[in-house]
């Protein structure tokens, strides 16, 4: 069914015929999934465009029969453009490519297209060889070889039934193609067809609907990943289908708090409290000691520590928890776990001490990660929205201070922009939040400029937005950053709402990976093996969240 509506919606497209540039052979790919297993892909070649199609669409009939596959997904691929280079001309291009999986051409080892792979082929079965970038720093690149694992090459041959490659061709053929898919619903979406958009599904604007529906959509995936005793499925690397070893206990508790304070917030669904409620209790059983003096510390029990950001984001997690649940049942852990935070505080400058050792609370590790300050500024403003006890605000003061004195806006810092919104709150100085600004200026052209989906500078931007109108709101005067242009502001929250769609698993992309329903609709890292981890879509879900709150005042300015 869903062929025969991608051929009446291309054949109707005259459009189409003009845009192609490759017509000799014309060449058509038709991808089909049944959801469960890798996409099987045939492939037409003729001296028309309907001739290529009608030999794709009997290989697809004949494999439909023979395995009695139920292609509930068929995506069209009609080869757009075409290039011979050599072998080691594509190596040096792939080589260009700051990142892996970024580059997004197809790929056939012979004029006639007898064996062409897609590139989500290739990208989604590892087949290009990519080099990290020490290897390309330290000249460990192999510039005499073609950029192909030639293991993963003959695996994917192997299980499509063609015969092994043992060389590379010197001439290959690179190519793009125009794409079309088709899922249950038997609507037809046009693909982009080249740029970091490749093979997305073409939409007219990212608004706020369209965050939307992939917010609650992801929410819910996360919200699958939690176990009857409160644990997540911690993460997928899905090219291969490998489940991550090891836990991380900060990102357990950052994406509880992202299902109840953005999805729950968002939709009011309240069937995903006992999943909430399951992992909350997992926090408290599995990590949460008291020491001597009363202190909770939370333990991350895979290394045996106590991390300053994991005692941070339970205090945040169990405020928005009791404020949005109109409890008061967590009240005296907060203070527990947010006097913990100031013991670790250095009254003299504000500054922390990040790790202790799980064992006998004693100091291990003065600093560890740039993150774990902010969030525990985050958590002591939280803490003072919570119990108004002046010590927490104090002590958030004082680390906004550090933040000022060391210049903290250098290390584009999410949790950094998360805490100067909340601090001033409650602490409005003008100067705070001239440093909230500064924070998003100093580094507005790095974050509009990343290439990758760069989830978490979303965060960073969306929440000095929410400082920003809050700052209009109260008429606060500030000495404004140099340079300082909300409409570049407001452009590049719209350009990386619109990049981040790249890593969001449509079925499109899913399609291609080897179990596409146990990832269809989470986010990923593209540039990570296309890694799907719980904080990853927290972070996602973060920045859309507050998009979606802010939107149309983001769009008077665009």
Request: overall charge negative; some cysteine.
């Amino acid at each position: 069914m869903q062929a025969r509506e991608l051929k009446a919606y291309i054949f109707e497209n005259v459009d189409i015929r003009e845009q192609i540039e490759q017509k000799e052979p014309y060449v058509v790919f038709l991808s089909l999934c049944d959801k469960s297993d890798r996409a099987h892909v045939v492939t037409g070649t003729g001296d028309t465009l309907e001739s290529a199609w009608d030999a794709a669409d009997k290989k697809a009939g004949r494999l439909v029969k023979n395995i009695k596959l139920d292609a509930v997904w068929v995506k069209a691929d009609i080869v757009k453009d075409a290039e011979e280079i050599g072998a080691l001309e594509l190596q040096a291009k792939i080589i260009e490519k700051e990142f892996r999986f970024f580059y997004r051409r197809g790929v056939a080892f012979d004029s006639g297209f007898e064996t062409a792979f897609l590139e989500a082929e290739l990208n989604g079965n590892r087949i290009f060889r990519y080099y990290n970038r020490d290897e390309i720093i330290n000249d460990g690149v192999d510039h005499d070889t073609p950029a192909f694992n030639m293991d993963n090459l003959n695996k994917y041959l192997d299980l499509i039934g063609r015969e092994e490659m043992t060389e590379i061709p010197e001439r290959i053929i690179t190519f793009s193609a125009m794409g079309f898919f088709c899922g249950e619903d038997g609507q037809v979406h046009e693909l982009y067809d080249d740029g970091p958009d490749c093979g997305r599904r073409v939409i007219d604007i990212a608004d706020d609907e369209t965050a939307k529906d992939i917010v609650c959509a992801a929410s819910r995936f996360l919200a699958l990943q939690i176990d009857f005793d409160g644990k997540y499925k911690y993460g997928y690397y899905p090219i291969f289908d490998n489940e991550m070893e090891g836990y991380n206990t900060i990102r357990h508790i950052c994406a509880t708090w992202s299902l109840l304070n953005h999805y729950y917030r968002l939709s009011g669904d309240e069937t995903v409290l006992p999943a909430v409620d399951a992992a909350v209790g997992y926090m408290l059983t599995e990590f949460v000691e008291y020491d001597k003096d009363g202190i909770a510390w939370v333990i991350d029990r895979d290394s045996g520590e106590v991390r300053l950001g994991a005692n941070a984001m339970a205090v945040v997690l169990l405020a928005d928890y009791m404020d949005l649940l109109n409890t008061d049942k967590y009240s005296e852990l907060i203070r527990s776990l947010a006097d913990g935070i100031v013991r670790l505080q250095d009254p003299a400058d504000g500054s922390f001490y990040h790790v202790l050792n799980g064992e006998d609370f004693s100091r291990k590790e003065e600093f560890r990660i740039i993150y774990y300050d902010g969030e525990a500024t985050f958590a002591l403003a939280k803490a003072y929205s919570y119990t108004k006890d002046e010590k927490y605000l104090a002590a958030g003061v004082a680390s906004v201070e550090n933040f000022i004195n060391k210049d903290y806006t250098k290390y584009a810092d999410h949790w950094v922009a998360y805490s100067m919104n909340e601090i001033t709150k409650y602490a409005g100085e003008s100067r705070y939040y001239e440093f909230a600004m500064r924070n998003v200026s100093n580094n507005l052209y790095r974050i509009n400029n990343q290439e990758t989906s760069s989830h978490t500078s979303m965060e960073l931007l969306m929440a000095g937005w929410e400082t920003y109108s809050r700052m209009r709101e109260n008429n606060i005067q500030i000495d404004f950053p140099e340079n300082f242009d909300p409409e570049y502001f407001a452009q590049t929250i719209y350009k990386r709402v619109w990049h981040m769609l790249n890593g969001y698993f449509y079925p499109e992309y899913a399609m291609y990976m080897r179990y596409p329903d146990t990832i269809l609709d989470s986010f990923f890292v593209r540039h990570n093996d296309f890694r799907v981890r719980i904080d990853d879509i927290q972070h996602f879900v973060g920045g859309y969240y507050m998009y979606i709150i802010y939107y149309k005042d983001i769009m008077s300015y665009l």
